[in-house]
């Protein structure tokens, strides 16, 4: 028998259950309320509702030093401002008083679906 063909192992296959698919935020942070407001200032261009309200943020992770760290989607890979929605959340949360700095980081993974939008965001296109 051949060694270098060995059964994958049940963590080679995908995330261990239990684990979550996104990392939580930093929701018992100060400064996390205040974050979550200046990303509901931003908003996708085709969808008439804030990227926080549609379920594009995934997670604001905020250490000690308030350096804060947003993982964030798009509805589709494709999306237009792809390369410009970073920025445009950067813009929105960097100059709240005591944010120290900002960085966004894309993911695709998981898919976006519309089950992560909030409820305000599904009565708002009328899905409710």
């Not at 192992?9 to 407001?37: A, C, F, K, M, W």
């Not at 509901?40 to 604001?60: A, C, H, K, Q, S």
């Not at 589709?76 to 700095?101: H, I, Q, R, T, Y």
């Amino acid at each position: 028998m051949n060694s270098e063909h060995q059964a994958p192992q049940e963590n080679d296959i995908g995330p261990v259950e239990g684990e979550p698919l996104i990392r939580p935020s930093s929701t018992d942070h100060p400064l996390y309320e205040d974050i979550v407001d200046a990303c509901r200032t931003v908003f996708d261009p085709e969808i008439p509702v804030n990227i926080y309200d549609l379920g594009l943020i995934y997670t604001i992770d905020i250490n000690a030093e308030n350096d804060v760290n947003v993982t964030m989607t798009l509805t589709a890979p494709g999306c237009p401002v792809a390369g410009e929605m970073p920025g445009w959340v950067v813009d929105a949360v960097e100059p709240l008083p005591g944010v120290k700095s900002v960085n966004v980081d894309m993911t695709f993974d998981p898919q976006w679906g519309m089950d992560m939008m909030s409820d305000e965001a599904r009565l708002e296109l009328g899905f409710m």
